[in-house]
């Protein structure tokens, strides 16, 4: 059935190529679809009840993101006339920023002062550069002794300052709002490095953090895929020595990742920074098709048969094994559909969809182009053959200490799993290549953290937040959060009633407590709102109703179990000192994203049971022998833990990026698990071979192409780790550490394995032949 | 096209042709205000309701008492009714034609009259999408004008003016105004924020005429497009030429009006 199949294939050879060409245009017309997504949010998925969590209180205040510039001037005073006047220009021209709807900084700060019975209400600073000595130094004095400004506009040892601008994007067209956004930011900080010299300008905020993403995706995609398509024409031209050969194999990868990625468009699917390595994967993972049918058809043509008929024997004994391994390959990733992240399952999908059409394009382009292109035989190689005999000798002679071994190896690296802590720090998520992760460090070491706790805190009714018994309660939550270690600064209304109340007597010091009684406060406040400017309300603090206000929390740079640890002390200490109305949990990106790993292994470890269920079931039917099914399962499964267990041992942490490679790299393993097998099999079935002899047969025809596959695809995510991008470079290593264990596993584990628990007798039945002659 | 254009400028009166833009916003704007001009004095009732963009609700109820100055911005008293605990809080403000307006609020839980000091009125009036700014008497000298064309609005026939705040510290770059043509009555005001951005449209309804020529509408209604909050004020109440005069809009009423 296989050589009808592999005669069709070759009769209508040209009708299929004429096929493959037409599929191919088909779907890349939908690369128009196709946009990059620059929105974190995009890594959570609609139901994730921490996002939900932050959309009711960004819809209950202000939904926004930000951009954080900080100045840092050469002469380390920010309270300097230049410095102030560099602030005061950047603060009225980053209202001229695209969507901006509020500027903050010190010089823009609502100073209140009281002069008898005016109360008045003014920018800090105004026309700084008039200011003398002692204006400066009293300036310096209420900005330094301002809670809402110390260690969030202005560094406590007064080197570096903030502006912070609060931006409304529409998402009518993300793609363009972001983008919009930083182009303008990125060019006021150029003009103000330009009218003050000895300025340094960093640029960080969520909207920076959302364009890195898009940005480094752009760039994975336009530096990773050619620094891959040179990797593997080098790899190619080595293993297959032929021109030709390599030449066809790179018009299939070509094709197949044109049309995965065109699929996505018509999908309506958004790259993301995850999906963007993609393409990388897809090349890595069709050359193994390619090169199994190629190096068949090169052997054939070695031994003088003409092409054609080369094709169609190299295509009966491949047909099976390429189809089975890209099959196990798409199941592998589309067990990514069960992570949390959508940004995965899109990757899960699209290298699916690649693997798949990598298969079709193998079939319905290599036979036309390698019968009709004057392919000739490279010479005969023999080194690796040699070696690989070599491996089967001693794997045979020391099988029990090989198994051993490898057993002691397989539980050594296992228990180091436990060592990997979760976390998902999204700071990190770029290296320090990228302008986003340094600026954002720089911000975090001198002036203020982009991780942050909000939380909405109730009062008892409407109009209660002017309660002296929620207030006085409100700043005692402050407080206690501003004795944590983990804490840069607290942002919260109780100190605005404080300042008021001292205000309104006579600035007295000892006035500087919560008002004695709620039409005090409120009245205070109603007087307060009616003397602030556009844009610095205190509607991002307090609910329409004033039944609820918002307190926020910076941090300095955590992980992801001490922010879920914090949260919860401070939920604690809430249920222990506040009243039930008060009780309430945080709410922020840092929140989301230190539940995002545990909630995606959680997710992943029921896609990666579904895929090797599912594999499992595909090898038993097509290896037709439940035992062997059962046996192929070790070498699938160990080395995904044996490397989890190395990761724990070397690197300690995982994260989002790594919850899915075990599901991954369980298609990818699985394939030198088939060809192993299939060919032990078939030594054992068809030449009732013993197992030693049938472990020496299959190493002898498949040894080559295995470690060689093993080499492309480690070469291949090896490129990844070369990823600015930590999520894609960290999957890419610990992929590439998976195949290498994995072809540790089906040298060393698998035979060994064989040798010990398959019945020596079962097919002993037939007449033994020489099998390197007989049966490749 | 040519001919279009040309029959457009045969359709628009001579007299308004000669003037500039400029010339003809103001005058529009003249024409607008003369004609709310000599009410005299005034109070209504005003409830507020504010929403967020989670539809979230909530109330704040307000009296005002407006005094006509004959050679300046009016004069006004707010009492606040509700919320119960800025209940029996006076705000009293002189707007004038130039300059800032002078402000002061009585706090019956200090017992004290504030003058406030503060260059800013462009900030949410009681944390609704209304400014300070929107909600102060309208001098023709708080902006200078520009005529944009007729449009037609709701089905009546509009003049469109765009006008630009003269103070530096407004909120707004520019607004553009729909003023109908039967009784030169704002009908709707688009609202542009510091970069020119659309930030507010303010519609009104339920016009009525009082003393047979002022025109109140019953309903104004402000949605912020940026945060996707809105507010509406009900105005009930409406009461004209009552006998209010300089005495109760001083310091000492502030403390004694309830």
């Known amino acids: 059935m296989t050589r009808q199949l592999a005669e069709g294939l070759i009769r209508w050879r040209w009708l299929l190529l004429i096929g493959a060409v037409a599929t191919a245009l088909l779907a890349v017309s939908g690369v128009r679809f196709l946009g990059f997504s620059n929105d974190y949010r995009v890594f959570f998925s609609k139901e994730n009840p921490q996002l939900l969590a932050f959309e009711q209180l960004q819809s209950t205040y202000t939904k926004a993101d930000n951009v954080l510039f900080v100045l840092a001037p050469a002469d380390g005073d920010v309270f300097s006339p230049q410095t102030l006047a560099a602030i005061e ?31 008045s209400v003014e920018d800090l600073v105004r026309d700084a550069g008039a200011y003398s000595a002692a204006e400066l130094q009293k300036i310096k004095q209420v900005a330094l002794h301002e809670p809402q400004l110390i260690n969030r506009l202005v560094a406590p040892d007064a080197r570096v300052a903030g502006v912070n601008v609060t931006i409304q994007l529409p998402g009518i067209d993300p793609q363009a709002e972001v983008p919009e956004v930083v182009a303008f930011s990125r060019d006021l900080a150029a003009q103000l490095q330009q009218r003050f010299n000895d300025i340094d300008v960093h640029l960080t905020g969520i909207v920076l953090l959302n364009n890195a993403f898009s940005e480094n995706s752009i760039k994975d995609m336009s530096t990773l895929v050619p620094v891959m398509f040179g990797v593997i024409v080098v790899f190619l031209l080595l293993l297959l020595r032929s021109f030709w050969g390599t030449l066809a194999t790179v018009l299939v990868i070509a094709l197949s990742i044109v049309t995965a990625i065109g699929s996505a468009g018509w999908l309506g699917i958004q790259l993301s920074a995850p999906s963007a390595s993609a393409p990388t994967m ?63 399952r899109d990757l899960g999908n699209i290298v699916a969809i690649g693997v798949l059409a990598a298969f079709f394009y193998c079939l319905a382009l290599l036979p036309a182009l390698m019968v009709a292109l004057p392919v000739r035989a490279p010479a005969m190689r023999n080194r690796s ?96 959060y501003r004795q944590q270690p983990e804490v840069i600064h607290v942002s919260t209304l109780s100190d605005t009633l404080k300042r008021l109340n001292k205000n309104l007597h006579g600035d007295d010091p000892r006035w500087y407590r919560i008002p004695d009684s709620r039409e005090l406060a409120a009245q205070y406040l109603l007087l307060y709102e009616m003397s602030l400017p556009y844009g610095l309300d205190l509607n991002n603090q307090i609910n329409v109703d004033k039944s609820a206000s918002k307190l926020d ?47 995606n292994i959680r997710s992943m470890l029921v896609g990666t049971t579904v895929a090797l269920l599912v594999i499992s079931m595909i090898l038993v039917f097509a290896l037709g022998s439940l035992r062997m099914g059962l046996i192929s399962l070790v070498p699938n499964l160990v080395p995904a833990a044996m490397a989890f267990g190395l990761w724990g041992l070397l690197v300690g942490h995982v994260g989002l990026a790594l919850s899915v490679v075990a599901g991954m790299t369980l298609g990818i393993v699985v394939d030198d698990t088939v060809h192993f097998l299939s060919k032990y099999l078939r030594a054992r079935r068809e030449e009732g071979l013993s197992p030693a002899a049938a472990v020496r047969f299959a190493f002898h025809t498949v040894g080559t192409a295995l470690w060689t596959t093993s080499v492309v695809l480690i070469a291949g995510f090896l490129v990844l780790t070369y990823s600015p991008f930590e999520l894609n470079s960290g999957m890419g290593l610990l992929t590439a550490i998976t195949i290498g264990l994995a072809l540790l596993a089906d040298f060393l584990l698998l035979p060994t394995l064989l040798m010990t628990l398959d019945k020596k007798d079962a097919y002993e039945n037939r007449q033994p032949a020489d099998p390197v002659k007989s049966a490749v | 096209m040519k001919t279009v254009s040309l029959l457009i400028l045969l359709s628009l009166p001579f007299n308004l042709l000669a003037q500039s833009a400029a010339e003809q916003g ?51 008293l707010t009492t606040f009714d509700e919320p119960a605990d800025v209940k029996g809080t006076n705000f009293l403000s002189f707007t004038h034609k130039t300059g800032p307006d002078d402000q002061w609020l009585y706090l019956p839980a200090l017992k004290r009259v504030k003058r406030i000091s503060s260059r800013n009125k462009s900030g949410p009036f009681m944390g609704s999408e209304f400014a300070y700014e929107d909600l102060s008497s309208q001098e023709v000298e708080k902006y200078t004008y520009r005529y944009v064309r007729d449009d037609s609005y709701e089905g009546l026939d509009t003049f469109v003016l765009e006008r630009y705040p003269q103070d530096k510290d407004s909120g707004y770059t520019r607004q553009v105004v729909w003023l109908d043509k039967q009784a030169y009555r704002p009908q709707k005001i688009e609202f542009y924020d510091r970069k020119n951005s659309l930030l507010k449209t303010l519609t009104y309804s339920g016009y009525r005429r009082y003393l047979n020529k002022f025109w109140r509408a019953d309903e104004m209604f402000m949605e912020n497009h940026q945060t996707g909050k809105s507010t509406r004020l009900i105005w009930t109440d409406y009461r004209f030429q009552t006998g209010l005069t300089d005495r109760d809009f001083d310091r000492n009423s502030l403390k004694r009006t309830r």
Not at chain 1, 100 to 106: A, H, L, P, Y
Not at chain 1, 310 to 336: C, H
Not at chain 1, 413 to 436: A, H, K, M, S
Not at chain 1, 565 to 591: D, F, I, K
């Open chain 1, 89 to 119: 220009w950047l603060t009225r021209q980053a209202w001229q920023i695209p969507y901006s709807i509020r500027v903050d900084s010190v010089t823009n700060f609502q100073h209140t002062r009281v002069q008898g019975d005016d109360l």
């Open chain 1, 282 to 344: 897809i090349m890595t993972l069709a050359v193994a098709d390619c090169v199994h049918l190629l190096v068949s058809f090169l052997q054939r043509l070695r031994d003088r048969a003409d092409r054609r008929a080369a094709m169609v024997e190299a295509l009966r004994i491949n047909l099976q094994p390429i189809f089975l391994t890209s099959l196990t390959t798409a199941v592998g990733f589309m067990s990514m559909n069960f992570s949390d992240a959508p940004p995965f």
């Open chain 1, 385 to 480: 053959m040699a070696a690989m005999d070599g491996i089967a000798d001693f794997v045979i002679r020391y099988r029990r200490p090989v198994l051993g071994g490898m057993l002691f190896l397989v539980v050594g690296l296992i228990v180091f799993i436990p060592n990997n802590e979760l976390n998902d720090e999204f700071v990190t998520y770029f290296d320090q290549r990228v302008p986003f992760r340094v600026d954002t460090d720089f911000t975090t070491r001198n002036l203020t953290g982009l991780y942050n706790i909000a939380y909405s805190v109730n009062a008892a009714d409407s109009g209660g937040i002017s309660e002296p018994a929620y207030l006085r309660k409100l700043d005692e939550f402050a407080n206690w």
């Open chain 1, 553 to 599: 929390v910076s941090l300095r740079s955590l992980s992801s179990n001490a922010t879920i640890a914090l949260e919860a002390r401070a939920r604690q200490w809430l249920a222990a000192h506040a009243p039930a109305y008060m009780h309430t949990h945080g709410a922020s990106p840092s929140v989301m994203f230190s539940h995002i790993g545990s909630r």
């Open chain 2, 26 to 76: 103001l005058q529009i704007a003249r024409e607008a205000d003369r004609r709310d001009t000599g009410f005299h004095d005034s109070s209504a009732a005003m409830r507020m309701i504010l929403r967020n963009r989670q539809g979230d609700e909530s109330n704040r109820l307000i009296r005002v008492r407006t005094l006509e100055q004959p050679d300046d911005g009016d004069k006004s």
